[in-house]
Nanobody, 120 residues
Framework: QVQLVESGGGLVQAGGSLTLSCAAS????????MGWYRQAPGKQRELVAD???????NYADSVKGRFTLSRDSAKNAVTLRMNSLKPEDTSVYYC??????????????WGQGTQVTVSS
């Protein structure tokens, strides 16, 4: 099965920066999308940013201009650079990948989540 390993969460003051990384492991045949969602307590999970196989990126309006998503296709990994952080960015961030294993359909796989806390 596909496993996602996340790192980089932590505490930061408003205006600061954090970098989240995620690497997918396992027998992956193809990745269609990869990126990050976030979910704060009592709120719905929302897409933060993702990247498709062709290289196009998609960002939530609330993070455009502040967050940058990049990928390392050879390592099946993505990096989310989070700048100018705001208290409202506080959430648990979940890496996800839409991937297929050989002989199987595409499925979504999720990381365990990493906490990002931004103090005012």
């Amino acid at each position: 099965q596909v496993q996602l390993v996340e790192s980089g969460g932590g505490l930061v003051q408003a205006g600061g920066s954090l970098t989240l990384s995620c690497a997918a492991s396992g027998s992956i045949f193809s990745i269609a999308r990869m990126g990050w969602y976030r979910q704060a307590p009592g709120k719905q999970r929302e897409l933060v940013a993702d990247i498709i196989s062709g290289g196009s990126t998609n960002y939530a309006d609330s993070v455009k201009g502040r967050f940058t998503l990049s990928r390392d296709s050879a390592k099946n990994a993505v990096t989310l650079r989070m700048n100018s952080l705001k208290p409202e960015d506080t959430s648990v961030y979940y890496c996800y990948v839409l991937a297929s294993q050989y002989g199987n359909n595409y499925n979504n796989y999720w990381g365990q989540g990493t906490q990002v806390t931004v103090s005012s």
